[in-house]
Structures are given as C-alpha cells and as structure tokens.
C-alpha cells in the first residue's frame, strides 16, 4: 500500500511539473506582442536641428549621425509648400526635419537612418542657417556636436556644442542679424 501511495504521489508531482511546463509556453506566447508594442512606440519619430557634419552617406543633426540611402526623400519646405529635392540639395549648416524610424542604435552620437530629410527654407529657417553656418566657418569647426536641439529667443540662437575634435562643451549664442557670436563655458 505504502508503495502504491508513493507511486500515486509520484505521478501527481509529475503531472503538476508537467502543467508547469505547459503554463510557460502560453506566458512566452504572450511575450511577442508586448515587443511589437513597445517597437511600435519607437517607430515614425522626427528630430529637427542643424546639419553640422555631411560625409558621403551620413548627416550629423544634433547628436544623431543619420545613415542617407540613395532612395530617401528629399524635400524642400517653404512654409506651406514643399518641392523634391536631391541628396545634393542637403548642406551643412541647414536646418531640417528628419522622419525616420526607431529605436536609435546605442554609441556616442547616436546613429538611426533617415526616411525624410526635409530641408526648411522658410525666412527664419534661413536666417537661423546663415547664422549657425557663419559660426561653423569662424570657428573653422569641422566636427560639431550639437547637444539638445538649438533654443531661438531675442534674435539669438543658442545651443551647447561639443568640438568633436578636443572634446571641449561649450555653450554660445549667436546673433541672427549681425552674425557676431559668443562662446562660454570654457
């Protein structure tokens, strides 16, 4: 009797195992469409900036190099009207919108692949450009590294920057009408 007691028991402890094992294939099924959720957040996202650094395949908009494939969409927004555009249109010191999708590969700057670059050539797009890319060329920056995006207030742009060169942060305003700049934090 004792033997056929363990043996019941036995079986019960196999059978309660074997639900276990049944159990966390239903848990690992439902697994999937929280990833899928939480890549849908990331996707069809938008960083609007400066072009600091072109290279033949990349663009550097704020702390974000963009891979450019020969088939993104280029465009050329005036306001309210938007022409196409080609990869040769787009120039350092532009301000643009680019859409792409995420999430953003890790490293330092970030680096994601444009969808839509859009190059805003509205009046104070161009204005803030000309003044951005005055700077660049004073202070013969090859490699900028915009941290945050620009803030325009007073008829200044300003923004904090690291010369990717020394490794310096710095911070300057730039003055939109007259070009001057200043550069503190140094």
Do not use: W
């Amino acid at each position: 009797m004792k033997k056929f007691g363990l043996m019941i028991a036995g079986l019960m402890f196999l059978a309660a195992c074997s639900d276990d094992n049944k159990a966390e294939p239903a848990a690992e099924e439902t697994a999937p469409p929280v990833e899928q959720e939480v890549a849908a957040e990331q996707q069809d996202m938008t960083e609007e900036g400066f072009i600091t650094q072109v290279t033949t395949d990349k663009i550097l908009v704020n702390n974000i190099y963009f891979d450019i494939p020969e088939d993104v969409a280029i465009n050329l927004k005036n306001g309210e009207e938007s022409t196409e555009g080609v990869i040769s249109d787009i120039r350092t010191g532009m301000k643009v919108n680019i859409e792409y999708n995420g999430p953003l590969a890790d490293g330092f700057p970030l680096e994601a692949q444009a969808d839509t670059v859009s190059i805003l050539n509205d009046a104070e797009s161009k204005k803030e450009s000309e003044a951005l890319l005055a700077f660049i060329e004073g202070e013969q920056l090859p490699r900028l590294l915009m941290l945050g995006q620009p803030l325009v207030r007073d008829n200044q742009i300003g923004f904090l920057f690291t010369n990717m060169e020394n490794g310096k942060m710095s911070e300057v305003k730039i003055d939109l009408d007259s070009h001057e700049y200043t550069i503190g934090g140094e």
